[in-house]
């Protein structure tokens, strides 16, 4: 039973008492598997563009940021560091102040080399009287560690990732935020020489990040001779779901209150939703590097955002053609292919449908987003891999899935899996405007039943927690959809902070 003031938490968080009750009844339910035809690879589903087709299509992206078109990047980047550090933070606590395990060794043996080893020395001589080495000598590996993370020193444990320095400079070490701002004027500049980019961040860490930008703007607009527009966005509370405890009840706080968490990125879709712009780039905001190793990088931004604006044109050029009903036989041909071949999309009714049923159906599948991602071949790191999977109406597509939208229990969805040839880096270019120029209202485009649920522990207890569908997942399961094969020098993401020492980000 809810109480007058669950009542008036649902309004203060704008969630309706039915959208709770769904929330509630999906852990009892859980969500269902999505049926898994094959997994996509270079040979069906994934293309692997040559040299000669790279540089027509950079070419394509150049020539678009010529003319009036509004381009912006796009990075979640709300996530805090804390998992970054958690084996620093299982050393503080251990009873011990000697490094002990592989981790340990490397971080403290080789903590010269990271980005913020002068700052972290300076606080600690302002604090101890004794630099790094001095008090490692004595070993004082903890108050070492203590400085970096908590509040008293830098309180990288709390922070987000991208105001933690990454890497090294010579204008000056760099943080992922900074980094970002130098990617955007590599690839993403527009005609007026203005780099547009857009964060979203925790709002108790979006003060941070503003004043982050008002420090370094200058210098960077001076460095690559543009022009910035920064904006941020939060999660708006209204996608945030309540926990449940292991009887499917919602949970409370000590205070009674309805307990809720953050719904996941999926909740990002609406932050996505509300950006007028005619090409949004989609990146994490910790897979970057330092600007000598950028090269391919740029390359493959520029090659899938061509491959966006081409297959972006011949879209709308058949939608337009349709409008205006005069296409031949042989046109409407053309456009199945384009459906199947390109866009990769199958059908097995299509044979069946009359002439007006199949106009119908090619213009419901191209009026649609569009989104172009890189996919990086399996060399075990952790990701969402590209599939073609069964969709709500019937059709096979493109789909990036999670294994937890996969029955992996069952061999055959196992083997699937893991099978892949690839997995999703995050490197998603999207078009979210009709031929008119109106935007798509993104969240017509989700499917509410690819999101999960997990297991988590705050305070002792386990609970459940209920994920919303995935950005790039669920909340892009209705787009059109190409893949296309990326190198994996474009993916260095930064787990853990002695990531920072590997020769991506040196």
Request: hydrophobic share 40%; net charge neutral.
């Amino acid at each position: 039973m809810l109480t007058s003031e669950d009542r008036l938490l649902l309004a203060e968080r704008n969630i309706s008492e039915a959208q709770l009750n769904r929330q509630l009844e999906r852990f009892a339910t859980g969500f269902p598997y999505l049926e898994v035809k094959s997994s996509a690879s270079v040979r069906k589903g994934i293309r692997a563009v040559t040299d000669e087709e790279q540089a027509r299509y950079i070419g394509i992206w150049d020539d678009y940021r010529t003319g009036a078109h509004r381009i912006v990047k796009f990075v979640p980047a709300s996530g805090a560091a804390s998992r970054m550090f958690r084996d620093l933070f299982a050393f503080i606590e251990a009873p011990r102040d000697t490094p002990a395990t592989a981790f340990e060794k490397t971080f403290f043996g080789e903590i010269a080399k990271f980005a913020f080893f002068d700052v972290l020395n300076r606080r600690l001589l302002a604090r101890e009287g004794q630099d790094i080495r001095a008090l490692i000598a004595a070993g004082k590996y903890g108050t070492v560690a203590s400085c970096l993370l908590e509040k008293e020193g830098l309180d990288y444990g709390a922070l987000p990732k991208g105001l933690l320095l990454f890497h090294t400079a010579p204008g000056g070490n760099r943080t992922a935020l900074e980094e970002h701002l130098s990617e955007g004027a590599l690839y993403a500049r527009d005609h007026a020489g203005r780099v547009c980019l857009h964060l979203t961040v925790s709002p108790e860490h979006r003060p941070l990040f503003e004043q982050r930008v008002c420090e370094v703007r200058t210098r960077y607009e001076e460095e690559y001779g543009v022009q910035y527009d920064v904006a941020f966005s939060v999660q708006s509370p209204a996608t945030d779901t309540v926990a449940a405890d292991m009887d499917n009840r919602p949970l409370r706080d000590a205070r009674g209150a309805l307990e809720f968490r953050p719904g996941g990125h999926g909740a990002l879709i609406g932050n996505l939703d509300g950006i007028d712009a005619d090409v949004i780039f989609i990146k994490n905001i910790d897979n970057v590097v330092p600007d000598h190793l950028k090269e391919p990088t740029v390359r493959y931004k520029k090659t899938l955002a061509g491959i966006l604006v081409d297959t972006q044109r011949r879209i709308h050029d058949y939608i337009r053609l349709i409008r205006s009903g005069s296409y031949t036989q042989q046109q409407v041909e053309e456009m199945i292919r384009f459906l199947q071949n390109d866009l990769c999309i199958k059908n097995p009714e299509t044979k069946w449908l009359e002439d007006a049923e199949l106009m119908l159906y090619i213009r419901r599948k191209l009026l649609r987003p569009l989104r172009v991602c890189g996919m990086v071949r399996n060399d075990g790191e952790p990701g969402g891999g590209p599939f073609f999977a069964v969709n709500r109406d019937g059709t096979v597509s493109l789909q990036i899935l999670e294994s937890s939208q996969i029955d992996v229990t069952c061999p055959a969805g196992k083997a699937l899996f893991e099978q892949g040839t690839h997995f999703n880096p995050v490197d998603i270019v999207c078009a979210t405007k009709d031929p008119d120029g109106n935007r798509y209202r993104l969240p017509d485009f989700v499917d509410e039943n690819t999101g999960f649920v997990s297991l988590k522990s705050k305070n002792g207890r386990v609970l459940k927690a209920l994920e919303l569908p995935g950005l790039w997942n669920g909340a892009m399961s209705d787009w059109n959809t190409v893949f296309v094969e990326v190198p994996a020098e474009t993916f260095n993401p930064v787990k853990t902070v002695n990531d920072l020492l590997r020769p991506q980000h040196r």
